[in-house]
């Protein structure tokens, strides 16, 4: 990676992502209502979340998230882009782009501390998600907000986790519910689901439910459909 791109002062040319949201840095005088502080392994990277509540909190078990985390799956909450203050190590991020498997900040790529290597977030094109592992959740309350809400690539796990929330296969809502997804939620989202169909035979567009049958089911965390 270039050195100015990664830890360098500048804020133009190639290093002018610094001054975009989710890296640009919020002044005392913005207002920016703290509700958590984070920090990665080593401490060199801190941030802070306005939101107290994620928009989503998701567990992906897709082979790309394993592998990436060495883990069984990942946890990701879900957040805008300006919810985040980065407090320290704004210039020890570093980017790995998995698509091209390049270091480089293209969109959507991961983020992480150039020194101990924790994993910081996934950045998308419109949202970044976090990993509450490194946010500092003080109350029982504060660890519900952040409690996982469904299962994605459930049919890439490698362990099962009976755990009686929403199992999808692929994207959560865009894919076929699996396993101990609750029943009711089962048969709700099979019916939409048959009634869209329908709804797009009627239209004349059998090719469009045709390819939601077979479309790709591997995953990256979600992070490209952010």
Known sequence: MDK???RGESTTGISEWKTRPPYSVHEKSSGFDV???ANCH??????????REPLDS????????QTQHAAPFQWAAIFHKDDINFTNGHHDLEWYDPTEKSIEHKLPCKVRCSFCHSPIMDEGRNMILL????????TDEDKAYFKPRCHMFYGQRVMDVPDGLPKWSGL???SDLIEDSPPDLVREHERKREEERNKKMAEGKPDEVTK????DRSGDGGANSQ
């Open 42 to 51: 080593c401490g060199k990277v801190k941030y802070q979340l306005s939101r």
């Open 131 to 138: 990993f509450p592992s490194l946010v500092h959740l003080k």
């Open 35 to 37: 509700k958590y502080e």
């Open 4 to 6: 100015e791109q990664s």
């Open 58 to 65: 998701k567990l992906c078990h897709c082979t790309t998230c």
């Open 212 to 215: 939601e049958g077979t479309q």
């Open 172 to 174: 959560s809502g865009d």
